[in-house]
């Protein structure tokens, strides 16, 4: 007989990734206000389907999935995003003066040439 034990972490790691960079990018935003999250959702828009939405939270809403990134970052997905995000990394990098966040979203089948949206297969 096996047993498995249940580590919410563990669960989670084919969900989302953050690089470094993007931790820290987070890290500053929330910095002013501790024990807030990062929730990531997605909504309808576009000419190819999808956008994501991230916004500063108080809390997570009930059902989000929760993913604690750092002592200091924890990011909260909500439930019309899971299976539109799973395996996604998220990455900020810097564009000259511009930083920018970028989706690497493996489900991605097409995305709209101005880059605001995109479709899953």
């Given at each position: 007989m096996q047993v498995e034990t249940f580590t919410p972490d563990k669960q989670n790691d084919?969900?989302?990734?953050?690089?470094?960079?993007?931790?820290?990018?987070?890290?500053?935003?929330l910095a002013a206000q501790p024990g807030?999250?990062?929730?990531?959702s997605t909504k309808t828009s576009g000419c190819s389907g999808y956008a994501y939405v991230l916004?500063?939270?108080?809390?997570a809403k009930?059902?989000?999935t929760l993913i604690k990134a750092s002592d200091k970052l924890t990011l909260s997905i909500a439930p019309n995003a899971v299976?539109?995000?799973?395996?996604?990394?998220?990455?900020?990098?810097k564009e000259g003066l511009n930083g920018v966040l970028k989706?690497?979203?493996?489900?991605v089948v097409a995305e709209c040439g101005c880059g605001e949206s995109f479709n899953v297969g």
């Open positions: 084919d969900l989302v990734q953050l690089t470094a960079s993007a931790i820290q990018h987070f890290e500053s935003k807030y999250v990062v929730r990531l916004d500063i939270a108080e809390q009930d059902g989000d299976d539109l995000i799973r395996n996604t990394e998220i990455d900020y990098i989706f690497n979203n493996p489900n």
